[in-house]
């Protein structure tokens, strides 16, 4: 991915917010204002679990106005963010179910349906952007889509970004792995978080990311890890003092869709839909990029200590695990080598 420089995190949010603005309970792709001869013969619900604000729901309005105009009204996708809908498993069991149509799976998360998924978001596998892309986009992503088309989930062959996960905590900075022995830290529900942390010695417990916010104001937990676009636009700022910039885990969205929901949809709509998800996540990851490098600053100015944290404590700590020879195992000799294809040696 090229990356940008010149344009700065207010530009970035400026051109988002010149997008029509999302509605709280559900978005209609119909463009304000355009009447239609007819109600629309196909209506998808897509549900995820991020602000309105998060340029994943900016950018898939654009998509539903897209969709709107471009099948002529024939088709309208409709968008539930925040957890309106549930929380990421709730959500998981209805996309397979039929209950909705659409949901954005966290690499993680999704990872209890198709392991592989959960290769992505190793430990300090990835270095950079580049590599990212090269994987998800090419052999490994195609992988992980195949496994997905097993299970009866249709996938947009481009993936949706989340970024580079970062540490908040509120008890004391992180500055080396040590600093995690017996952190209480949240991670989403899933096997790979869980074990990254246990084999950084620290406390981890699985909750829903709509329980988060809750769950450090009250201190069930100290800590939490996600990219700096979660930390504010869910203003997870208030509740935590210190940020570490590990870069531990990379995480993106699989836009996973209903098998029979898909294949009901005929061809010309079928075109239509993927072309418009494909082609908004190349725009969402370039959004997310921005403002996950021009986040620090801001958030600072909001009370939040930053710290660069090294990774080499942290890759000593899980090669003296036995992380790393764990997952190796579990996911194969084969996809081992392709995530190392992009990713270089992981271990």
């Known amino acids: 991915m090229t990356r940008p420089t010149s344009q700065s995190r207010r530009s970035v949010l400026r051109a988002l917010s010149a997008l029509p603005a999302l509605g709280v309970t559900g978005m209609t792709g119909a463009l304000p204002g355009a009447a239609r001869a007819a ?3 196909y209506v998808f619900k897509y549900g995820n679990n991020l602000p309105v604000s998060h340029p994943l729901n900016v950018r898939a309005q654009e998509v539903a106005a897209r969709i709107a105009a471009e099948s002529k009204g024939r088709m309208e996708l409709r968008v539930f963010p925040n957890n309106q809908l549930g929380g990421d498993t709730d959500m998981l069991a209805q996309v397979r179910n039929g209950g909705i149509d659409i949901f954005n799976a966290g690499t993680m ?3 209890t349906l198709a392991p592989i998924s959960a290769i992505t978001a ?3 596998a990835f270095s950079s952007y580049d590599q990212v892309w090269q994987a998800v986009d090419g052999q490994l992503g195609n992988s992980i889509r195949e496994a997905f088309a097993k299970t009866g989930l249709y996938t947009f062959e481009k993936m949706w970004d989340n970024g ?7 008890n004391k900075p992180i500055a080396k792995a040590g600093d995690l022995s017996g952190m209480k830290i949240r991670v989403p529900v899933s096997p790979m978080g869980i074990s990254l942390f246990k084999s950084l010695q620290a406390s981890p417990t699985s909750l829903q990311f709509s329980e988060v916010y809750s769950a450090l104001q009250t201190r069930v937990v100290d800590a939490q890890e996600n990219p700096l676009a979660i930390v504010q636009t869910a203003k997870l700022y208030e509740v935590q003092k210190y940020c570490a910039i590990t870069n531990h885990s990379w995480d993106g969205y699989h836009l996973v869709v209903n098998g029979r929901s898909w294949r009901a949809l005929p061809d010309d709509l079928k075109v239509i839909v993927a072309r418009a998800f494909n082609e908004a996540a190349i725009k969402q990851r370039e959004d997310v990029y ?3 490098t021009g986040l620090q600053s801001e958030l600072a100015g909001k009370g939040l200590a930053f710290n660069t944290a090294p990774p080499e404590t ?3 700590q899980l090669q003296k695990s036995g992380y790393y020879a764990e997952w190796q195992k579990k996911f194969g000799a084969q996809a081992w080598a392709l995530l190392e294809a992009t990713a270089g040696k992981v271990a």
């Open 164 to 170: 580079f996960r970062q540490i908040t905590s509120g």
């Open 109 to 111: 998360v999704i990872a």
């Open 39 to 41: 109600a629309p013969e």
């Open 314 to 316: 942290f890759r000593a």
């Open 122 to 124: 190793v430990g300090f």
């Open 290 to 292: 921005r403002l996950n």
